[in-house]
């Protein structure tokens, strides 16, 4: 199903990559504590999926976590 996403305004999604376990969740509580320096920016829609972020992430990351056998977990 193709869907034409170009009338549609784009969202910006802050990701947040960490190569082992999740970020703790109390640096998300307020924004002086976010975990900047791992943050991507996205430009995505709402029908975008999990796997076609996953494939942008993979194009931005840095080579250290972009292995194709890791697992990529969504909180």
Do not use: C
């Not at 960490?18 to 920016?41: A, G, I, N, Q």
């Not at 430009?43 to 250290?64: M, N, R």
């Amino acid at each position: 199903m193709d869907i034409d996403s170009s009338p549609k305004t784009p969202h910006l999604l802050r990701v947040f990559v960490k190569p082992s376990t999740f970020f703790p969740t109390y640096l998300f509580h307020e924004t002086k504590t976010l975990p900047v320096e791992d943050e991507y920016h996205l430009y995505t829609w709402e029908s975008t999926t999990l796997q076609e972020l996953v494939q942008a992430l993979v194009g931005i990351v840095p080579e250290k976590m972009r292995s194709y056998q890791g697992n990529w977990s969504f909180r």
